[in-house]
């Protein structure tokens, strides 16, 4: 079964709101976790990343928030562009040195002017 | 990412024929990984290598195989193509950071594969 997985499939916002994306992750040994954001026709691209140790990061109009008690991940993005439009996955590892990521099926984000 | 480059960008075949699938990247990584992407089944590991004598599966090797040649270079191989194989072909890097505890892959820009 699938570890790593998004809580909805599609969101539409209006231009300028603050976007949530969530994510649930099954497997409490997981301590690393990382959003890609994916424009039409090109690869996954890396947003910002999250170790266990913390419950909250911020980048640049971004923050990732993990609840490691609920096994819950969220990406915050504050005031939201047209740009922002794209396919949004959260990825998990379970282990710094092993295995490879594990990644979610992903969140279609809409933004309309 | 321009640093890390898949060759060829689109590939249409028959069934039955093998295709290779190549990616380099010039980013220095260890690590480097082939995924398929499907529509509603997002990225779906088929190989991994985590240095250049290091080769190990993922979740859906069946059907696939991989060399690494090198430590910039990467390719994956259909031995028969069949349709079901038609899907959007992805390559990454990463280079493992003991010492930050992270590990974030770097993807190419994707090959279309379609499998008559």
């Known amino acids: 079964g699938e570890s790593v997985g998004l809580h909805l499939p599609t969101l539409s916002v209006q231009e300028g709101d603050n976007s949530i994306i969530n994510c649930a992750y099954s497997?409490?040994?997981?301590?690393?976790f990382i959003w890609y954001k994916q424009e039409s026709g090109k690869g996954p691209q890396f947003i910002i990343d999250i170790r266990s140790n913390m419950d909250k990061r911020q980048g640049q109009r971004v923050t990732v928030l993990l609840n490691k008690t609920v096994k819950h991940l969220s990406l915050q993005i504050a005031a939201t562009q047209p740009g922002d439009s794209a396919v949004y996955f959260c990825?998990?590892?379970?282990?710094?040195?092993?295995?490879?990521?594990?990644f979610g099926k992903g969140t279609t984000l809409s933004v309309s002017s | 990412d321009a640093d890390v480059t898949q060759t060829p960008r689109n590939r249409i075949t028959k069934t039955g024929k093998r295709i290779m699938l190549e990616c380099s990247q010039t980013k220095g990584h260890d690590r480097m990984y082939w995924y398929r992407q499907d529509p509603g089944l997002g990225l779906r590991l088929i190989y991994y290598s985590f240095d250049v004598k290091d080769i190990n599966k993922g979740e859906i090797s069946d059907g696939y195989s991989v060399s690494r040649q090198a430590q910039a270079k990467f390719s994956l191989s259909l031995e028969s193509a069949i349709p079901n194989q038609t899907a959007l072909y992805f390559c990454?890097?990463?280079?493992?950071?003991?010492?930050?505890?992270?590990?974030?892959?770097?993807f190419g820009p994707g090959t279309r594969l379609t499998v008559l």
């Open positions: 990825a998990e590892n379970l282990n710094q040195a092993g295995t490879a990521l594990i």
């Open positions: 990454a890097t990463s280079d493992l950071n003991l010492r930050q505890g992270t590990d974030t892959q770097y």
């Open positions: 497997n409490s040994a997981s301590d690393y």
